[in-house]
């Protein structure tokens, strides 16, 4: 069973760095597409997103101080967050698309404190 598993969370200062990491374990083949999304009190929305040969997306409130990458050998994406702010408070979820089959981690808390 394909199961995204995020770690990194915390509690951190504004101005402080944090890095999520998602592994995904139980696939058989490779991942299209994983992606970072983040859900404050409201809607779930995207964060970053890589492609399998590294092409990258990025909300506009994020560009600049977050980054996203991927380790194919290892099933494993990650987001590397600096500059954190108040407004980064969120619950980050990890997606991975894997055929036409979209997999969804469980979610890690970030808190920044202002």
């Known amino acids: 069973q394909v199961q995204p598993v995020e770690s990194g969370g915390g509690l951190v200062q504004a101005g402080g760095s944090l890095r999520l990491s998602c592994l995904v374990s139980?696939?058989?083949?490779?991942?299209?597409?994983m992606a970072w999304y983040r859900q404050a009190p409201g809607k779930r929305d995207l964060v970053a997103s890589i492609?399998?040969?590294?092409?990258?997306i990025y909300a506009d409130s994020v560009k600049g101080r977050f980054t996203i990458s991927r380790d194919n050998v290892k099933n494993t994406v990650y987001l590397q967050m600096n500059s954190l702010k108040a407004e980064d408070t969120a619950v980050y979820y990890c997606?991975?698309?894997?055929?036409?089959?979209?997999?969804w981690g469980q979610g890690t808390q970030v808190t920044v404190s202002s």
């Open positions: 139980g696939i058989t083949s490779g991942i299209n597409r």
């Open positions: 492609t399998g040969n590294g092409n990258t």
């Open positions: 997606f991975a698309l894997i055929g036409t089959g979209g997999y």
